[in-house]
């Protein structure tokens, strides 16, 4: 295959655009939202997040199943298609829910977030098969995840700025048209990838991934250092408002740590190609550990300390998104399996990164409730657990996964 142009990294990439644009206000802004709506307790939107988010992820694998049978017919782009209505209905209705009583809106909230998280599914592991499909050479693959998840990172500022200061209502209507716009630029301009004889798809396809050696020690990196992003940003809202007394200026303190995650992109991705994404990763993570622990101190007020921690944290985001994504391309190419088993490799990774959503939300919020956290009120005994669990907890947790990332064979890929 020729080597991928400008026009070519652009076109496939934009699509990240409104993934992240949904993605953000479900993990961060839902669980506040209904909690103030309907006055559903922590320990309830914990429990529906939870079982949500384990349903949701149990189909990746089935997803990733039916998108390697399927796309010699269907194409990648086939299930995009399929994925565009799943989500627009999925998000309107999330956010804007009728005058429900308190366990009607309970399941209102759960049943709208299933339908969202299949088409949020089934639209992410096709485009990220796809890009994984196009290429093996290393400066291309971590350049291709790179303006992926940098166009993401755009869709995340957007999310935040416009929810802060206009509302879900014109969030809801700019998703709609840039998840069509975007859509249609990857499907008619995006290039496809080489044709592939295609490998029997049986149900034993779904756990293949697992076999390979390489995979197993990425899962695991996966999964510990998914586990510690993913806890902080469920507690953001609650930290910055209950901790810090800065709620108003919580959608800054994400737009200064999204837009450094994506000026950062370019470094690591110029980087990697030079020492390779498992050798830079593993110096990012030490790098995000030690930018993020000193959150453990701060106090009410803390603007400016908590804005600089936002902001070094965000660059070292950057090497978070545009490198594991990366390495799966070539852990999947090294095994033989490019243009043929994608969607079972993404379906698996997938589900690691759900489950560690879900476990943030399902275990951090109800165990912060039993420490003596109350959201919108401020104890000492509460405000020290949510300090602990916001940023220690975290860090500890990036620690592991950089070791484990220094002893995985990840190096050679």
């Known amino acids: ?148 998840e940098a166009c993401g990172l755009i869709g995340v500022v957007l999310a935040a700025s416009l929810t802060g200061l206009l509302g879900f209502d014109w969030l809801i209507g700019i998703f709609v048209v840039t998840l069509s716009i975007s859509a249609i630029i990857l499907l008619k301009l995006a290039p496809r990838p080489p044709t592939c004889i295609a490998l029997h798809a049986g149900w034993s396809a779904m756990i293949e991934p697992f076999h390979n050696r390489r995979f197993r020690w990425l899962f695991t990196v996966l999964i510990v250092n998914g586990i510690a992003a993913s806890i902080p940003a469920t507690l953001f809202l609650f930290f910055a408002k209950d901790q810090l007394q800065l709620a108003q200026h919580a959608g800054l303190f994400l737009v200064l740590y999204f837009i450094a995650a994506a000026c950062s992109m370019p470094l690591w991705v110029a980087l990697a190609k030079r020492h390779g994404e498992a050798r830079i990763w593993l110096i990012a993570m030490l790098l995000s550990a030690a930018a993020f622990i000193w959150a453990y101190g701060l106090s009410s007020g803390a603007a400016l300390p908590f804005a600089v921690i936002c902001v070094l944290s965000g660059l070292t985001l950057g090497a978070d998104l545009a490198l594991p994504p990366a390495l799966l391309a070539a852990v999947i190419g090294r095994a033989g399996h490019s243009g043929q088993r994608e969607g079972a490799y993404f379906g698996a990774w997938n589900w690691a990164t759900k489950m560690n959503l879900a476990l943030a939300a399902g275990i951090s919020l109800p165990l912060l409730e039993q420490l003596g956290y109350i959201p919108g009120t401020v104890n000492s005994d509460g405000a020290h657990a949510l300090s602990v669990a916001y940023a220690l907890l975290p860090c500890l947790l990036k620690l592991v996964a950089a070791s484990i990332l220094w002893r995985a064979p990840l190096h050679d890929v």
């Open 1 to 148: 295959m020729s080597r991928l142009t400008a026009k070519s990294f652009f076109a496939y990439g934009l699509f990240g655009l409104p993934l992240a644009l949904v993605a953000l206000p479900i993990y961060v802004y839902v669980p506040q939202f209904y909690a103030e709506r309907f006055g559903l307790s922590l320990t309830l939107i914990g429990a529906a997040l939870l079982a949500a988010r384990v349903f949701d992820a149990f189909i990746d694998p089935l997803i990733g199943l039916w998108i390697d049978r399927a796309k010699n017919r269907k194409g990648y782009g086939g299930f995009i298609l399929i994925s565009l209505p799943l989500l627009s209905l999925g998000f309107l209705a999330l956010f804007h829910p009728p005058a429900l009583l308190h366990d009607a809106a309970l399941l209102w909230f759960l049943c709208t977030l299933l339908l969202v998280y299949a088409g949020f599914s089934l639209a992410s592991i096709a485009h990220q098969s796809w890009g994984a499909a196009l290429t093996q050479e290393l400066g291309e693959r971590s350049r291709l995840t790179a303006t992926r």
